[in-house]
């Protein structure tokens, strides 16, 4: 466990947020089908949830399949699909029981009427929950940036909205995260190091963070060294001298 010293400049870990890369090379590595670093990818996802809540974490936005993913082998894209479909499936009622709101973020438009039900009647049953887990599936940080905008335009064309009114607060509820905060850690398994047109706005001030590692062998050790390395730097948002906090 980190062991950490409050001061005025503390600012606690509330929105771990998470680029889940490097499945396809996972299963190359071992002479498997990608499909099958996917599966394992998925398997990782419930030790992680219950790690970030151990460490007072309140919401987790995982980065499971983006717009641009529709490019991918089509086989390959129907089996992410499947995969999210399955996990939803088989989760909602350990997802419940665990305490975990769910909250699915993305252009839903492409999914099949059954999913988008599944979608619906999975968020529901686990509205109830404290911790927070946000799935971004066929998501872009860009089409949720245009799509906020364009409900602004709708909103000014329908009422009496002032476009000199409008606000970065009114802004950010109109993107997909709503009122959530923003992220204060981002990990990016993998390698790479960029943010792949995920959370283009809110992750503004966020601190990053790229491990090696790939996806599927990301476990709560990891995790650990990845949250000693948030609270060991400062965080300034455009000031001097604002420390995230301090260890023992």
Known sequence: ?????????????????I????????????????????????????????????HGI?????????????????????????L????????????????????????????????????KTAEEQTANGQFTLVLCVDYGGRWDIIEAARQLAIDAQKTDLDPETISEQMFSHKLQLGDLPDPDLCIR??????ISN???????????????????DFGPELLDRAIEEYYSRKRRFGHRNIGVGQKK
């Open 1 to 17: 466990m980190i062991d950490i010293v409050s001061s005025d400049d503390y600012h606690p870990l509330r929105h771990l947020a």
């Open 19 to 54: 680029i889940m890369d490097g499945n396809n090379r996972w299963a190359t590595l071992r002479g498997l089908a990608g499909i099958s670093g996917h599966r394992a990818g998925v398997e990782r996802i419930r030790g992680i949830l219950s790690a970030a809540s151990s």
């Open 58 to 82: 309140e919401v987790v936005s995982l980065f499971a399949f983006s717009s641009e993913n529709w490019r991918r082998p089509a086989r390959e894209v129907s089996g992410l699909i499947a």
């Open 84 to 119: 999210f479909t399955n996990y939803l499936s088989k989760e909602i009622n350990a997802l419940r029981s665990d305490g975990v709101r769910l909250k699915i973020i993305g252009n839903k438009n492409n999914f099949s009427d059954d999913l988008r039900q599944l979608i």
């Open 189 to 194: 398994t993998g390698g790479e190091e960029r």
């Open 198 to 216: 995920f959370l283009l706005w809110h992750l503004a001030y966020t601190e990053l963070y790229v491990t090696d590692c790939f996806w599927p």
